[in-house]
């Protein structure tokens, strides 16, 4: 891979119920979920023993305790889990400081040029694992390749405790049989349009031809087209610039008046203020999203000419929006709000203006 970068992806598993497996003995080998165990709780990760069952993330405890009678339900901990990522994080930068964080457990690495001179990305990525196992006494995947798309496909083929390595030779051949929802950028929707287009994996995807994906997916278009043929140029980025802030909340009743429902819309302007705050994020467009008894959902967005950051400028934006919205007779089962549409801080604009200046 010698004129290739060398990129490890590494993606922990089953993360936040390893952790509690970890920390609780009578919790090993047995089906764990994180998450409330009331009926409307969703079930943020499930441990390998409650997957057998068809547990996964983002499922309603409902569901998941239908699918495994024994199902054991544990609180998140999120004070721990962030304590093991920056733990996991000191053990990255051990190798490198071009580190990406991803989430919380994962994050992509760039060693092409690496702290220990070590020539094979694959003895790093496998002394990261033995450091996660003997420190942390956790499990991670690791992916290998030359770029971050394949790098993560790669932690994908082994999981868990797995160890891949997508050679440059190979890829195309692996990417030919890929499902299209696994490409990066392609979710649900996209992945359906694409079904109906004759794609499903990343062999039709080459086939179509990059005039084709370009006419029916814009821009997209062409990185899919690159992914396709291997080709993925982003940079591992140590820095992420947020985009937005945001909070969302799933009640116990479905409302159906605006009257019941302003207190809620109230109380979640407040966190978003308050999220607002301890991040530093400045924007000026707020989107409120609501979910309606029957699942479906809608989003309205309103950009405004200056910041927003307190709650009563909050509530002025949204109010309105939300009293315009005909509540559907299923009632209001979740609501969010965001608050996007980044303003650049004036040190920032003034060092991108400057040269014009001068
Ligand atoms: N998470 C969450 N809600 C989701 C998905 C994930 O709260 N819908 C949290 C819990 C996970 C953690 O993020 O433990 C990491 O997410 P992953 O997608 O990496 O899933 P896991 O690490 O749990 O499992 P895997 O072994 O498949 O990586
Ligand atoms: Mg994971």
Same mark, same amino acid.
């Given at each position: 891979?010698?004129? /290739? ?37 969703? #079930?943020? @990760?499930?441990? /390998? ?11 309603? !405890? ?11 339900? %544990? ?27 991803? !989430? ?6 760039? #060693?092409?040029?690496? =702290? ?31 770029? =971050?798309?394949?790098?993560? &496909? ?10 891949? #390595?997508?050679?440059? %030779?190979?890829? =195309? ?16 929707? @996209? ?27 814009? =821009? ?35 409302? @159906?008046?605006?009257?019941?429902? /302003? ?12 999220? &607002? ?7 000026? *467009?707020?989107?409120?999203? $609501?979910?309606?008894?029957?699942? @479906?959902?809608? *989003? ?7 910041? &927003?950051?307190?709650?009563?400028? $909050? ?11 005909? $509540? ?11 608050? *996007?549409?980044? #303003? ?15």
């Amino acid at each position: 891979m010698d004129d /290739y970068r060398k990129i490890i992806h590494i993606d922990m598993d089953a993360f936040y119920a390893s952790v509690e497996q970890r920390d609780n003995p009578g919790l090993r080998g047995k089906p764990v979920v994180v998450g409330s165990p009331h009926p409307r709780g969703v #079930v943020a @990760t499930a441990s /390998y023993e409650a997957r057998k069952f068809g547990v996964h993330s983002a499922m309603s !405890s409902l569901r998941a305790r239908q699918l495994c009678p024994d199902l054991i339900f %544990v609180p998140l901990r999120m004070g721990v889990y962030k304590r093991v990522s920056s733990a996991l994080h000191s053990i990255f930068s051990r190798y490198t400081d071009l580190i990406e964080p991803v !989430s919380m457990d994962e994050a992509f690495l760039d #060693v092409t040029h690496n =702290k220990k001179d070590m020539e094979w990305a694959k003895d790093i990525a496998l002394e990261i694992k033995d450091a996660i196992r003997n420190e942390l006494n956790l499990t991670a995947s690791a992916g290998i390749s030359y770029n =971050k798309f394949l790098a993560k &496909i790669a932690s994908d083929l082994r999981k868990p405790d797995g160890l891949s #390595v997508i050679h440059p %030779v190979n890829a =195309k051949r692996i990417i030919a049989r890929l499902p299209v929802e696994l490409f990066w950028g392609v979710g649900k929707v @996209t992945a359906e349009k694409m079904h109906g287009l004759g794609i499903f994996t990343g062999s039709d995807l080459r086939r179509k031809g990059r005039l084709f994906l370009v006419r029916h997916f814009g =821009k997209a278009g062409l990185l899919y087209a690159d992914f396709a043929q291997g080709i993925d140029c982003r940079p591992v980025e140590p820095f992420r610039i947020r985009k937005s802030v945001g909070c969302e909340e799933t009640y116990e009743r479905d409302d @159906t008046t605006h009257d019941l429902l /302003y207190p809620k819309l109230l109380r979640l302007a407040e966190e978003l203020c308050l999220r &607002i705050k301890r991040t530093g994020f400045r924007g000026h *467009t707020l989107v409120l999203k $609501i979910k309606w008894g029957n699942f @479906t959902q809608i *989003t309205r967005s309103r950009t405004l000419d200056r910041e &927003i950051s307190e709650t009563d400028e $909050i509530m002025e934006v949204v109010w309105p929006v939300f009293r315009d919205i005909r $509540i559907h007779e299923t009632g209001v089962r979740l609501m969010g709000l965001t608050l *996007t549409g980044r #303003v650049y801080p004036a040190e920032e604009s003034l060092q991108l203006c400057f040269p014009f200046f001068e």
